[in-house]
């Protein structure tokens, strides 16, 4: 695998909507996200917000994968 | 009252449907204002925190907030907060980039509403998709809020090959997006 390739899967792996909670019960980002230049979270960002516009559009009521993982815990 | 607004007095009703309905509408807007953290934090977890935030004020204090679009903006004002503690608390505020500050950051962009046309364009360049970078693509689409080791047994794959192939169809994606002229629609701006 390619730097650029690794760095892409890097990427990929901090732009699901899936965050473990700290003790507080706060979001902490994937493991994967410490290894990113700023750069790199920079990218990171605009493809999430790709996504999230695709993921709306595919979604019955438009919701992105982000508000359906705070439904899920809100059990809404 | 416009949409948003309806929603959110739903919400603060109790209506759990229409919160969920009312983070669609607000999300987009939510994580642009977050974009000058982009280098700092993980604005993720902080678009989640919000929502998850206004859902418990909505049943705490009930429709207090008054104004056009007002849950938005409070919603815009509480995510940049929690942005700039997350900064501090990482010590990494020397990363955010106040150049990108918006003139007025109390008036965000509101979203669009879904666009049936681009809809029926994704669907169909993600139909065209090859074999294992279409079920890694729509797994993670459709389910992205569960986690990818999760996500990846279900297609039967490592979770390294997983995020690959979703990297490879995404590449795919957006080069059918831009054949198709949908790549410079609003929602991706």
Do not use: Y
């Not at chain 1, 290894?35 to 709306?56: G, H, K, N, T, Y």
């Not at chain 2, 900064?87 to 990494?92: E, G, S």
């Amino acid at each position: 695998m390619s730097p650029d390739d690794r760095q892409e899967v890097l990427i990929e792996a901090t732009i699901g909507a899936h965050r473990v909670l700290d003790a507080d019960g706060l979001p902490i980002p994937p493991p994967e996200w410490w290894d990113l230049s700023p750069e790199a979270c920079q990218m990171a960002f605009e493809s999430r917000m790709r996504s999230r516009a695709i993921e709306r559009e595919l979604h019955p009521r438009g919701w992105s994968t982000s508000v359906q993982a705070v439904m899920e815990r809100l059990h809404l | 009252m416009s949409d948003i607004d309806k929603l959110w007095t739903l919400a603060c009703s109790g209506d759990g449907q229409a919160f969920g309905d009312w983070a669609g509408r607000v999300e987009r807007p939510v994580l642009l204002s977050l974009r000058i953290f982009a280098r700092a934090i993980d604005t993720e977890g902080i678009v989640q925190e919000t929502l998850l935030r206004m859902w418990q004020r909505s049943q705490a204090d009930g429709p207090t907030i008054e104004g056009e679009h007002a849950s938005l903006r409070f919603a815009v004002v509480m995510a940049r907060n929690l942005a700039l503690n997350m900064a501090r608390k990482l010590r990494r505020e020397h990363l955010v980039q106040p150049e990108h500050i918006p003139v007025d950051p109390q008036a965000p962009r509101t979203d669009p509403a879904s666009d049936p046309l681009l809809r029926r364009i994704i669907e169909k360049c993600i139909e065209a998709l090859s074999g294992a970078a279409k079920k890694a693509l729509e797994a993670r689409l459709l389910r992205g809020h569960v986690p990818d080791a999760v996500l990846a047994n279900s297609v039967d794959m490592t979770r390294n090959t997983f995020l690959q192939n979703i990297t490879r169809g995404r590449r795919q994606l957006a080069d059918c997006l831009r054949q198709n002229g949908a790549h410079e629609h609003e929602a991706f701006r």
